[in-house]
C-alpha cells in the first residue's frame, strides 16, 4: 500500500523508540530510512525496522551512547560511537567532516564502533549539499568470496561518491560491491527460480545458479570487485582499528552485543583544487553532455548517478505516496516491538 512520506516516517521512528531508542536517534534513524525508501532502495527503508528494533530491544544498540571524539591532525580524526545506532553516528561523522574540509579542504574522518548505517549515499550526498565532494564506505558482515575463494571473507562493503553541479541536481553514485544483496537469492528462493551463473557460489567456490546452493556471495567485476572491496575494509576497517575481514561481526549473530563497525569519510573542498563554481559548473556540463547522448537501444536515456533514484521518488509522491508491502505497514501500525526472528538467524538457512 502507499503512504504518505509522513505517515511512514512517523510509523518508523514510533516503532524505534517503543524499542528503547532516544527520540533524536529515532528521528534521524527514520529520516535516512525514508530517504532510501522513497528513491526506491526498499531493501534499506521499512523492511529493516523489525530487527533494528529486536537489537535495540536486546541492547546490541546502545541507546545513550557516549560519542568521542578525537581530532588526530587538521584534516583528520576518530568519532567512537559506543555502539550506538549507525545513522546517527555516520551522519556526526559526516558533521565534522564537512565542518573541518570546510575549514581546512580536506577531511579524512573515521567512525569506529558503530552499527549498520544503512543507505550510505545519505552521507555523501550531506556533503554534497554542502558544496563539497565526498566518497564514503563501510563495512558489512562477511559473505562474499574472496577472488578464486571458498569462504566468505569480506561483506558487501559499499563505496558511494557525491559531487555538487552548478543546478538542482547532484551526482550520488551508490553500490555495494557484491553483483547481487543477499535479500535478491532470498526473493529467488522464494519463487522457486533459478539465479543467473555469477551471482554466488557453493562451498566450493564454484558457481550455482540454485539458490539453495549458495554459500557465499560474489564481488562484482571479479578479481577487481575483490580489489574494491579490500580497499574499503582498509580504509574503514584496518585503518581504525576495529575488526575486519572475517573478523567482522555477523548481523544477525548476537543481537544483544554491539556490533563494532567502521566507517570512513573523505571529504574535499574544490575551493581548494580547481575552485567552486567552475568545479560546478563543469559537473553541470558532465550531467548535459551524459544525457544528450544517444542512448543504446533498450536503455532510453543515459542517467548521471543518482537520478534514476530521484526519479523514483517523485514518481512514487506523484502517484499518492511510497509503496510499502502490506504486512510491513501491519507491523509498523501494530504494538509489536519485534517477532524475535532475527537473533542467531543463520543467513544462509532457508
Ligand atoms: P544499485 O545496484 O541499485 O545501484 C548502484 C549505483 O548504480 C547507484 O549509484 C545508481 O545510481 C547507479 N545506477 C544504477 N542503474 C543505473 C543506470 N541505469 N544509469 C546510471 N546509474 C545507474 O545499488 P546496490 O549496489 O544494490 O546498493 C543498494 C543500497 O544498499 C545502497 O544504498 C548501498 O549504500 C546499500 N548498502 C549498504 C550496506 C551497508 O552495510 N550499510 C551494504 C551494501 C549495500
Same mark, same amino acid.
Given at each position: 500500500?502507499?503512504?504518505?512520506?509522513?505517515?511512514?516516517?512517523?510509523?518508523?521512528?514510533? *516503532?524505534?523508540?517503543?524499542?528503547?531508542?532516544?527520540?533524536?536517534?529515532?528521528?534521524?534513524?527514520?529520516?535516512?530510512?525514508?530517504?532510501?525508501?522513497?528513491?526506491?532502495? =526498499?531493501?534499506?527503508?521499512?523492511?529493516?525496522?523489525? $530487527?533494528?528494533?529486536?537489537?535495540?530491544? *536486546?541492547?546490541?544498540?546502545?541507546?545513550?551512547?557516549?560519542?568521542?571524539?578525537?581530532?588526530?591532525?587538521?584534516?583528520?580524526?576518530?568519532?567512537?560511537?559506543?555502539?550506538?545506532?549507525?545513522?546517527?553516528?555516520?551522519?556526526?561523522?559526516?558533521?565534522?567532516?564537512?565542518?573541518?574540509?570546510?575549514?581546512?579542504?580536506?577531511?579524512?574522518?573515521?567512525?569506529?564502533?558503530?552499527?549498520?548505517?544503512?543507505?550510505?549515499?545519505?552521507?555523501?550526498?550531506?556533503? =554534497?549539499?554542502?558544496?563539497?565532494?565526498?566518497?564514503?564506505?563501510?563495512?558489512?558482515?562477511?559473505?562474499?568470496?574472496?577472488?578464486?575463494?571458498?569462504?566468505?571473507? $569480506?561483506?558487501?562493503?559499499?563505496?558511494?561518491?557525491?559531487?555538487?553541479?552548478?543546478?538542482?541536481?547532484?551526482?550520488?553514485?551508490?553500490?555495494?560491491?557484491?553483483?547481487?544483496?543477499?535479500?535478491?537469492?532470498?526473493?529467488?528462493?522464494?519463487?522457486?527460480?533459478?539465479?543467473?551463473?555469477?551471482?554466488?557460489?557453493?562451498? *566450493?567456490?564454484?558457481?550455482?545458479?540454485?539458490? /539453495?546452493?549458495?554459500?557465499?556471495?560474489?564481488?562484482?567485476?571479479?578479481? *577487481?570487485?575483490?580489489?574494491?572491496?579490500?580497499?574499503?575494509?582498509?580504509?574503514?576497517?584496518?585503518?581504525?582499528?576495529?575488526?575486519?575481514?572475517?573478523?567482522?561481526?555477523?548481523?544477525?549473530?548476537?543481537?544483544?552485543?554491539?556490533?563494532?563497525?567502521?566507517?570512513?569519510?573523505?571529504?574535499?573542498?574544490?575551493?581548494?583544487?580547481?575552485?567552486?563554481?567552475?568545479?560546478?559548473?563543469?559537473?553541470?556540463?558532465?550531467?548535459?553532455?551524459?544525457?544528450?547522448?544517444?542512448?543504446?537501444?533498450?536503455?532510453?536515456?543515459? $542517467?548521471?548517478?543518482?537520478?534514476?533514484?530521484?526519479?523514483?521518488?517523485?514518481? =512514487?509522491?506523484?502517484?499518492?505516496?511510497?509503496?510499502?508491502?502490506?504486512?510491513?505497514?501491519?507491523?509498523?501500525?501494530?504494538?509489536?516491538?519485534?517477532?524475535?526472528? $532475527?537473533? /542467531?538467524?543463520?543467513?544462509?538457512?532457508?
Amino acid at each position: 500500500m502507499r503512504l504518505s512520506r509522513n505517515e511512514l516516517k512517523t510509523l518508523m521512528k514510533n *516503532k524505534m523508540m517503543a524499542a528503547g531508542l532516544k527520540e533524536e536517534h529515532a528521528e534521524v534513524t527514520a529520516e535516512i530510512l525514508t530517504w532510501s525508501h522513497e528513491r526506491g532502495y =526498499a531493501s534499506h527503508g521499512a523492511v529493516r525496522v523489525e $530487527y533494528y528494533s529486536e537489537r535495540i530491544f *536486546k541492547g546490541g544498540i546502545t541507546t545513550e551512547p557516549n560519542f568521542t571524539w578525537k581530532e588526530t591532525g587538521p584534516c583528520s580524526g576518530i568519532l567512537d560511537g559506543d555502539n550506538g545506532i549507525g545513522y546517527v553516528v555516520a551522519q556526526e561523522g559526516m558533521k565534522k567532516a564537512i565542518e573541518m574540509a570546510k575549514k581546512n579542504g580536506v577531511a579524512v574522518v573515521g567512525m569506529a564502533n558503530m552499527s549498520h548505517s544503512g543507505s550510505i549515499g545519505y552521507y555523501s550526498e550531506m556533503a =554534497a549539499k554542502e558544496d563539497l565532494v565526498a566518497i564514503t564506505f563501510c563495512q558489512s558482515d562477511p559473505m562474499a568470496v574472496p577472488y578464486g575463494g571458498t569462504e566468505p571473507y $569480506y561483506g558487501t562493503n559499499p563505496i558511494s561518491f557525491a559531487a555538487p553541479t552548478a543546478d538542482e541536481r547532484t551526482v550520488v553514485f551508490d553500490m555495494a560491491t557484491t553483483v547481487q544483496a543477499w535479500g535478491k537469492i532470498l526473493d529467488k528462493r522464494s519463487k522457486g527460480a533459478s539465479i543467473p551463473a555469477d551471482w554466488a557460489v557453493d562451498e *566450493k567456490g564454484a558457481p550455482v545458479t540454485d539458490p /539453495h546452493l549458495v554459500n557465499a556471495l560474489v564481488p562484482i567485476a571479479g578479481a *577487481k570487485g575483490y580489489g574494491l572491496m579490500m580497499m574499503v575494509d582498509i580504509f574503514s576497517g584496518v585503518l581504525l582499528g576495529v575488526p575486519f575481514g572475517k573478523h567482522v561481526s555477523s548481523m544477525y549473530h548476537d543481537l544483544s552485543q554491539g556490533r563494532c563497525l567502521g566507517q570512513m569519510h573523505i571529504v574535499i573542498d574544490p575551493e581548494r583544487f580547481v575552485g567552486l563554481e567552475k568545479f560546478k559548473q563543469s559537473m553541470s556540463q558532465v550531467c548535459d553532455e551524459l544525457g544528450e547522448m544517444p542512448a543504446a537501444e533498450g536503455y532510453g536515456k543515459v $542517467y548521471y548517478p543518482g537520478e534514476r533514484a530521484v526519479m523514483r521518488r517523485d514518481k =512514487a509522491y506523484a502517484e499518492g505516496g511510497i509503496e510499502v508491502v502490506d504486512e510491513l505497514v501491519e507491523y509498523l501500525r501494530s504494538d509489536a516491538i519485534h517477532f524475535d526472528r $532475527y537473533d /542467531h538467524k543463520n543467513r544462509f538457512a532457508d
